[in-house]
């Protein structure tokens, strides 16, 4: 039984008192979903029906392919050669409705605090609503506090763009290096590798540069800041606290080397002021740091890390390297998928049609892994996003009551753009005993197309322009993956009989494809908030918490400890190195680690600390 209370923020607001007392009484109720008789009828429906069923008989059905199709502005969504029929698909439906899937939707967009756990609404599609709309939580309309900050933003970055903005020495700023980890680095990197060879954002971007900064590991440090120019770089520092571990060793590691670059010039507080801003809510550390309270930019608690791309988090260094109008493109196709999300009958909703799908494919058939494919370069960082997005949110073992999970949740998600992934992981997916499902996803135009024809002499040679040749692997790969091979296909062929076990592809192998019509800053949009409300869609049929992220603790916890350990153990260097300077001793070149307390850690990580302090110096 939930636990969790919800806030009332105005005791002398009927709404607020019956919106809190209603969203508390919503979480005393306990929802088993495998114990409903859906789940069971989808179990047997599965085990009867399905496993003896081959896709190649299934795609024979063209008035069943027909049906398992949907569409939204620029998108074709294709799931037909998903190990289901039609009524398999009624019975999702019917098993989204038991979850009162549409009701859990309704209290998303009304601001209800549906992250129980930390007492907290889910509104990540406020960050992008539209200008006049109004996004109600705890009787505030919080789009008036987004659209604030989206003013902030893009004045900023228009006078950074500009040179109205300049660095302390009067240099213009070109560079621009974005430091945040997890949601605030995997999401934004996303985005601008996906719009860098769009038309419009590449012609906004001559000249300039972005880096995302996220391992504390000293190599990226070192990769972030190779060959810019401290007289022109700009420093965006994204945490929330403003205490997030590896975003501040990075955030003074990168201070540091601007005033080390610059302080021969102008004085350490102008260097901060001028060449470092902050998105954070944590005013005050941020002030205290150098940076000017101007160039700290608004986010709030009701939006995670991961789902905070449209945040100043992600709009802020977006825009300032691709102007603030092109990623305005962006947040309207995330709009409008939202719209989409919460308007759109369950029948016809693409999010829904991908959530329900997964839900079948990890908790009824069993299969918890997804390949997201992508057949475009530009989505090179996709996957990784969304690997974040969907792991972090629905990796749970608990229900949103606190009850232990009888089933599969949550999917191990990877991928890698076609047709580079073919080349890679697709033998495990095509001929292992793992059956894995994937999503394909296309375009029909592309960013940068290559029309040429090749002749020789008379003959053409070559007359597939690279889209197309492209697009030939999307087209191919998901039939290949759901007809295979058979032993009869491969004798015919004239295959040695020594050969066709391995040359044999059992297929049966479920996917979808999404066919959008180009990568835009728009269609971009559409694709970030599509994955967004899937993973809620699958989170709420679950019944699981997708908006917290307890599992991320533990290893920070238990890092401070070693933090202190290993703050000993250079104390012990540095004491030596200062009484070699004073004639008292001899420089120290090996930690003795009998003088470190290593009571605490079990004799597996005594070991080998032991050995990365004796070897470190």
């Known amino acids: ?301 009701w939006v995670g890390g991961r789902y905070s791309v449209c945040s100043a988090v992600g709009v802020l260094p977006l825009a300032l390297h691709y102007g603030f109008d092109i990623i305005a493109e962006f947040l309207a196709g995330c709009a409008a998928m939202d719209k989409h999300f919460f308007e759109t009958p369950l029948r016809s909703n693409v999010p829904v049609l991908l959530g329900l799908l997964g839900v079948w494919n990890a908790s009824i058939l069993g299969r918890p892994t997804r390949a997201i494919l992508p057949y475009s370069q530009g989505l090179v960082r996709f996957a990784a996003h969304a690997q974040q997005l969907e792991m972090e949110s629905n990796g749970k073992h608990v229900t949103v009551d606190g009850t232990p999970t009888p089933f599969s949740t949550g999917e191990v998600i990877f991928g890698e753009p076609g047709t580079n992934g073919q080349h890679s992981f697709y033998q495990l997916i095509h001929q292992s005993t793992e059956v894995i499902p994937c999503e394909f996803i296309g375009f029909v135009q592309s960013q940068t197309p290559i029309n040429h024809v090749s002749f020789n002499s008379t003959k053409v040679t070559e007359v597939v322009p690279n889209h197309d040749e492209l697009m030939s692997n999307f087209f191919a790969q998901p039939d290949a993956l759901a007809y295979g091979k058979t032993v009869e296909e491969l004798e015919t062929e004239g295959v040695r009989p020594e050969l066709r076990s391995h040359k044999q592809f059992a297929g049966n192998r479920p996917s979808t494809s999404l066919l959008f019509s180009k990568l835009t800053p728009f269609t971009c949009g559409q694709l970030l908030a599509l994955y967004e409300h899937r993973v809620a869609v699958q989170g709420f049929l679950w019944d699981i918490n997708s908006f917290d992220q307890w599992g991320v603790e533990l290893g920070k916890v238990l890092a401070v400890r070693v933090r202190g350990t290993l703050v000993a153990a250079n104390q012990q260097v540095v004491d030596a190195a200062v009484s070699a300077v004073s004639g008292e001793g001899a420089t120290l070149n090996r930690v003795d680690v009998s003088k470190l307390d290593l009571g605490g850690y079990n004799t597996s990580t005594q070991s080998l600390l032991t050995h990365y302090l004796q070897n470190k110096f």
């Open 1 to 301: 039984m939930a636990t969790s209370k919800f806030a009332i923020v105005n005791q002398h607001c009927p709404y607020c008192i019956f919106s809190s007392i209603l969203s508390y009484l919503i979480y005393m109720y306990i929802f088993v979903v495998d114990q409903t008789a859906i789940w069971q009828k989808l179990k047997l429906h599965a085990s009867e029906d399905i496993a003896g069923c081959h896709l190649r008989d299934l795609m024979k059905d063209s008035e069943r392919c027909s049906q398992l199709t949907a569409s939204t502005d620029n998108l074709v969504m294709d799931f037909s050669r998903q190990s289901v029929q039609p009524k398999t698909m009624d019975m999702l439906f019917e098993l989204a409705n038991e979850a009162d899937l549409t009701g859990k939707m309704q209290k998303m967009s009304q601001g209800v605090h549906i992250n129980s756990t930390e007492d907290r609404s889910v509104l990540h599609f406020a960050l992008r609503a539209p200008k006049g709309v109004s996004v109600i939580a705890d009787c505030v309309d919080v789009a008036k506090d987004v659209h604030a900050v989206q003013r902030q933003v893009a004045n900023f970055s228009a006078a950074v763009r500009t040179g109205a903005w300049k660095g302390c020495t009067g240099k213009p700023i070109t560079s621009v290096v974005s430091i945040g980890i997890g949601g605030s680095y995997l999401g934004p990197e996303f985005v601008f590798e996906a719009l860098r060879n769009d038309a419009g954002g590449a012609a906004q971007s001559v000249g300039r540069t972005l880096r995302f900064l996220a391992n504390v590991d000293p190599v990226d440090v070192n990769r972030a800041l190779a060959g810019l120019d401290p007289e022109t770089t700009l420093v965006c520092i994204v945490s929330k606290t403003f205490t997030t571990a590896e975003t501040m060793m990075n955030a003074r590691t990168v201070q540091s080397w601007l005033v080390r670059k610059l302080e021969s010039q102008r004085p350490r507080a102008e260097i901060v002021r001028q060449h470092m801003v902050a998105v954070s809510t944590a005013v005050d550390k941020a002030t205290a740091f150098g940076i000017d309270p101007a160039n700290i930019f608004a986010f709030w608690d």
